[in-house]
């Protein structure tokens, strides 16, 4: 008896949205969208020509062209080469991983 | 005018078609996310999202599915969106609250009262809705389509991309949970 109850009381709760109303936002919900839509754009607006300034792009690209040059030159510079070489060499030479198998260690 | 017609005039950034499309569709729209989200301002801000983006993506529609389906797409995924970007807030809503910038807020009452119920039913939703809460997404948004806005099984398998018949399986699972859910709850209170 008590489960037919409960039962009951489950189903009741579930059939309880079978004839809801659609509901609908508050009214003038267009104007808002509208007020939403256009202060976005304005944000992107600011945003683009904030970085299309000449003074901001152009320092954008001398910024860019002297971080390029800087690796260029560092890459290239004969002090980095010999760096470089040093540190392909150390760990081998450290680790003993000229060894590559087990019979070279039984030479 | 039509459905396409006027797509077509909104991708070319008329107002006025604009304005048709979300009149048309502002109801559905928002009466999903009340049924997602069950608070009224959350659906509202989300509603406008939803809009915003249908705004900026409608070049990309190309008429393949229903211009209600791929709404009901951009509803869903916004719904998500906002559901996962509250639970990050409640999950350092303590730090907030330390550093007294508490302005909005997180946790959401707990009865959520939907405004379209019958009178007589009202007690009876509230207590479902806090159930349905429970579900998983999925779950959740196939409960929704179909009861709230009345989506047949096929409708909804199109704004998920699923089958009908895991539709039907994923409504099954919904109802079965719900059922022990709502079994818990009515125990809890007669004990």
New interface residues.
Partial sequence: M?DKQ?ND??E???A???????????PF??T??EA??QY?QDKWAKLTSFFTRPAIAFSCICMVIVLNLFVVFHELSPQNAISQENAEYTPADEYSLVATSLYDFDK | MNDAALIELAKQKDRSAF?TL??TS???V??TL?GILQNAED??DV??EV??QV?ESLKTFKGESKFSTWVYRITLSKATDHIRKKNRKKRFAFLQSLYGKNEEQVIDPPNFH?????ME?KE??T??FG?IDKLLPNQKAAFILN???GLSYKEIGEVLDISDAAVDSLLQRA?EK??KI??EH??RL?N
């Fill in positions: 008590k409960l009381k489950i009741r709760a579930l309880s949205l079978d004839k809801t109303e659609r509901c609908s936002p508050r919900f267009f808002r969208l939403r839509l976005q | 304005k979300v009149e502002q109801d559905m928002y009466n009340l659906a509202e509603a406008q809009f915003v705004y939907h405004p379209g119920v019958e039913n009876n939703a207590i479902l159930a009861k709230l806005e109802r719900l059922k709502l079994r009515y125990s007669t």
